[in-house]
């Protein structure tokens, strides 16, 4: 007798973002989210930060020729997938120091 066990693997789409005047077309990050949707984010990672922060980048569905959204240079945003959903957090500096400096 003579078992064979095959085991399936879910295959990770990988893909660039559609051509626009905002951001090249190389995803820098890719977000597989549960729903079986893969979003890409096209644009400027800040290599300085503790977290990964973005600015000046924009979103796209995996596969679709439009784009979610354009996030300007003058934000900067932390992204995280909860699930089935692509959270945007934009971070913003606050003055704290002494005489209330950054």
Request: proline share 2%; net charge positive.
């Amino acid at each position: 007798m003579t078992l064979t066990s095959v085991f399936g693997q879910t295959k990770m789409t990988s893909c660039d973002c559609p051509k626009t005047q905002f951001a090249g077309t190389k995803a820098d990050t890719t977000f597989h989210l549960s729903n079986g949707k893969t979003i890409v984010l096209c644009g400027y990672k800040n290599p300085d930060s503790k977290t990964t922060n973005f600015s000046e980048f924009i979103l796209a569905v995996c596969g679709q020729d439009t784009i979610i959204d354009f996030w300007g240079a003058v934000l900067t945003c932390r992204l995280k997938a909860n699930k089935d959903t692509l959270l945007v957090d934009q971070l913003q500096n606050l003055q704290t120091g002494k005489n209330f400096k950054f």
